[in-house]
């Protein structure tokens, strides 16, 4: 069965520290795999990648994708309170998106 | 672009009564599809469209739930009769499969309670 494991759950920090979210899958048929922001609403798109080792930069924003070893990584560096929401890393298969659980991210002042 | 419609925004109801669900997608994309989210179980497909037509409904949890799609404009996601367990935000996305890049947009959702 696909499935898209994130970890951590849930993390706290202060303003100006750096994260770093895990996303592992086990996907056949692998496509491209897509990292999402949520805060109150709807899931906003931030990245998608379908390379091995080309970092994709937003910002204070980054991602890269390891299809080796089956994992991306999301990198926020000088967080900021705005950066407090879910993150929701997704992956492509042949033909639809499977959702992992989210990481759920605060960022206080 | 409106983007993507969903109503109700927020539906409360008793259990065993009927809802539905509503979505139109962003003209012009040809896939659409709908996600439960709930805290235990994050989100999870339910049933997608392509060219309005259900490719694979095997994320629909029991018969109470079924879709349609009988336009490239409308979507309904109907569950009868409701029950409490199915409390959960319902989302409806869409994208254009004539493109490489797969990125769903979502709906801003439908909160449903059912008591």
């Known amino acids: 069965e696909d499935k898209v494991v994130q970890s951590p759950l849930s993390l706290v920090v202060h303003e100006g520290d750096t994260v770093t979210l895990n996303c592992s899958y086990e996907v056949t048929n692998f496509r491209s795999l897509l990292w999402y922001k949520q805060e109150k609403k709807a899931p906003t798109f931030l990245f998608m990648l379908?390379?091995?080792?080309i970092e994709k930069k937003s910002g204070r924003l980054s991602s890269i994708l390891d299809k080796k070893e089956l994992f991306s990584i999301l990198n926020i560096t000088a967080t900021q309170t705005g950066d407090s929401a879910v993150y929701l890393c997704?992956?492509?298969?042949?033909?639809?998106?499977?959702f992992g659980t989210g990481t759920r991210l605060q960022v206080f002042p | 672009d409106a983007g993507v419609i969903q109503s109700p925004r927020h539906e409360v109801t008793e259990m065993g009564q009927e809802v539905t669900l509503r979505c139109k997608p962003i003209s012009g994309h040809n896939s659409l599809f709908w996600y439960r989210q709930t805290m235990m179980r994050g989100l999870e497909l339910l049933i997608y469209?392509?060219?309005?037509?259900?490719?694979?409904d095997s994320g629909m949890p029991e018969d109470r739930f079924s879709a349609k799609m009988p336009n490239a404009s409308f979507s309904t996601l109907k569950i009868q009769p409701s029950e409490p367990r199915d409390s959960a935000v319902y989302f409806c996305a869409s994208d254009s499969r004539t493109g490489a890049t797969n990125v769903l947009t979502f709906g801003a959702g439908s909160r449903l309670t059912v008591l």
């Open positions: 469209f392509n060219n309005n037509v259900p490719i694979d």
């Open positions: 379908t390379s091995s080792g």
């Open positions: 997704a992956v492509l298969n042949t033909d639809k998106l499977i």
